[in-house]
T-cell receptor, first 113, second 115 residues
Framework: NAGVMQNPRHLVRRRGQEARLRCSPMKGHSHVYWYRQLPEEGLKFMVYLQKENIIDESGMPKERFSAEFPKEGPSILRIQQVVRGDSAAYFC???????????FGPGTRLTVL | DQQVKQNSPSLSVQEGRISILNCDYTNSMFDYFLWYKKYPAEGPTFLISISSIKDKNEDGRFTVFLNKSAKHLSLHIVPSQPGDSAVYFCAASAAGGTSYGKLTFGQGTILTVHP
């Protein structure tokens, strides 16, 4: 059973471009979380999604950031018009149901030039 | 507003000795606590957890202690091994005693175990 997959592992964008980060949860998992880790800091919650629904987006910046988890395919975290402050490691975690632990993917390291 | 704090950025321990990693929290709504281990270029890996109805949970070499009145928890690793060298994150959840819900993480503690 493959673990949580994230791609790309590394993404370089220039200021003003768009970044798309993908997360494929573990098989059978329908809950996905996105976290962001800035340098020298812990992971910070961004958004919690179930299939086709955003459950909690209290950690998402109000502008430029969006997330989806369609019925088919991976969850996508989209950052429009990236700025240097968006440079960070973005981790997704999946969960089979609310009573189980979250399993983390290897992360996508975004660098904004 | 750092609701989960790991005040020691790093810890160095000799192989075979005990490693004690500490974590403090401020939000009294937290009722489930977890420890994750992270290697460079990898995602966090779950280690051990504890519900707020308990004060101790043990799994092999790893034991987590919870002191609710002090809002403090600690992770003990005995005996420490060089392969334990990693960043350790404390995390907390306020979701009715399960792992459900968003996790609030501490800043992490870098553990180095010397042979």
């Amino acid at each position: 059973n493959a673990g949580v997959m994230q791609n790309p592992r590394h993404l370089v964008r220039r200021r003003g471009q768009e970044a798309r980060l993908r997360c494929s949860p573990m098989k059978g998992h329908s809950h996905v979380y996105w976290y962001r880790q800035l340098p020298e800091e812990g992971l910070k919650f961004m958004v919690y999604l179930q299939k086709e629904n955003i459950i909690d987006e209290s950690g998402m910046p109000k502008e430029r950031f969006s997330a989806e988890f369609p019925k088919e395919g991976p969850s996508i975290l989209r950052i429009q018009q990236v700025v240097r402050g968006d440079s960070a490691a973005y981790f997704c975690a999946s969960q089979k149901n609310p009573n189980n632990e979250q399993f983390f993917g290897p992360g996508t390291r975004l660098t904004v030039l | 507003d750092q609701q989960v704090k790991q005040n020691s950025p790093s810890l160095s321990v000799q192989e075979g000795r005990i490693s004690i990693l500490n974590c403090d929290y401020t939000n009294s709504m937290f009722d489930y606590f977890l420890w994750y281990k992270k290697y460079p270029a990898e995602g966090p890996t779950f280690l051990i957890s504890i519900s707020s109805i308990k004060d101790k949970n043990e799994d092999g070499r790893f034991t987590v202690f919870l002191n609710k009145s002090a809002k403090h928890l600690s992770l003990h690793i005995v005996p420490s091994q060089p392969g334990d060298s990693a960043v350790y994150f404390c995390a907390a959840s306020a979701a009715g005693g399960t792992s459900y819900g968003k996790l609030t993480f501490g800043q992490g503690t870098i553990l180095t175990v010397h042979p």
